[in-house]
């Protein structure tokens, strides 16, 4: 099979997550191209307009940015826009919406927001990604106090909620919009779906993730999702 394009991102990344959980679903061959988190604002083919990944780069050479975006291009080249298609857009977008600004922020909260989590997250993040010698064991270790006193705490402390309730509240919330379908999507999964699966989904690799295992329908449509995905 050709393949669809080339996606430059980082392991660890969320919304890299996303573009990849899309990938599998449609069973599309890609090239993964994992960046070197100190030299992606170098590297990136989308440097210096835009340095963040993911970086999606079509069959045709098109470079294309932002995750959900992407999300869009992929399957409206490679799928003939069927995930996107909604027959009620305006229900589509709002949630599309709601998952890309609350999960989004969720993230780094249950990763990063305690002493221990933080140290655990760091430590399996510079073992995922390609780092150089030297700068896998000062991520490791000089990154964790930053991401947990810093950046996760403050977060932590804005919300008022456990990391662990915020994604209970957030999986329930979300699952609630399903109209007792297996789906967001009805009875197939679509892109909302799988922008809200991507999130989740990046933090599977920590142990972190036993806190939302225990939320009954927010793994049951989870095992759903990841059930549609080509091995
Ligand atoms: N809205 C963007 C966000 C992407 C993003 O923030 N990626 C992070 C990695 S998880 C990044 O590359 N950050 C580098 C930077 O902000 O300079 C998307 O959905 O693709």
């Given at each position: 099979?050709?393949?669809?394009?080339?996606?430059?991102?980082?392991?660890?990344?969320?919304?890299?997550?996303?573009?990849?959980?899309?990938?599998?679903?449609?069973?599309?061959?890609?090239?993964?191209?994992?960046?070197?988190?100190?030299?992606?604002?170098?590297?990136?083919?989308?440097?210096?307009?835009?340095?963040?990944?993911?970086?999606?780069?079509?069959?045709?050479?098109?470079?294309?940015?932002?995750?959900?975006?992407?999300?869009?291009?992929?399957?409206?080249?490679?799928?003939?826009?069927?995930?996107?298609?909604?027959?009620?857009?305006?229900?589509?977008?709002?949630?599309?919406?709601?998952?890309?600004?609350?999960?989004?922020?969720?993230?780094?909260?249950?990763?990063?927001?305690?002493?221990?989590?933080?140290?655990?997250?760091?430590?399996?993040?510079?073992?995922?990604?390609?780092?150089?010698?030297?700068?896998?064991?000062?991520?490791?270790?000089?990154?964790?106090?930053?991401?947990?006193?810093?950046?996760?705490?403050?977060?932590?402390?804005?919300?008022?909620?456990?990391?662990?309730?915020?994604?209970?509240?957030?999986?329930?919330?979300?699952?609630?919009?399903?109209d007792n379908s297996?789906?967001?999507?009805?009875?197939?999964?679509?892109?909302?779906?799988?922008?809200?699966?991507?999130?989740?989904?990046?933090?599977?690799?920590?142990?972190?993730?036993?806190?939302?295992?225990?939320?009954?329908?927010?793994?049951?449509?989870?095992?759903?999702?990841?059930?549609?995905?080509?091995?």
């Open positions: 099979m050709a393949s669809a394009g080339q996606l430059h991102m980082l392991y660890t990344c969320p919304f890299c997550w996303k573009v990849r959980g899309l990938l599998e679903h449609l069973d599309l061959d890609y090239e993964p191209v994992q960046v070197n988190p100190m030299k992606a604002k170098k590297t990136l083919p989308s440097a210096p307009d835009w340095t963040k990944v993911p970086v999606w780069v079509d069959a045709k050479g098109e470079i294309i940015v932002d995750s959900t975006t992407i999300m869009k291009h992929i399957d409206s080249q490679n799928n003939g826009g069927i995930l996107w298609a909604s027959s009620d857009e305006a229900r589509r977008d709002k949630w599309v919406e709601w998952v890309d600004l609350h999960m989004s922020k969720a993230t780094i909260p249950i990763l990063y927001g305690g002493l221990f989590s933080a140290l655990k997250t760091t430590t399996r993040v510079s073992k995922l990604e390609k780092f150089g010698f030297i700068s896998k064991r000062l991520y490791a270790w000089a990154g964790f106090p930053i991401m947990w006193g810093i950046i996760a705490r403050s977060r932590v402390k804005k919300d008022g909620r456990t990391p662990k309730q915020l994604w209970h509240d957030l999986l329930g919330e979300f699952t609630d919009s399903f297996t789906f967001f999507g009805g009875e197939k999964p679509d892109l909302v779906d799988l922008t809200a699966f991507g999130y989740v989904r990046s933090i599977s690799p920590y142990p972190q993730f036993s806190k939302l295992t225990d939320h009954a329908a927010g793994m049951a449509w989870y095992k759903a999702v990841e059930a549609t995905l080509k091995a």
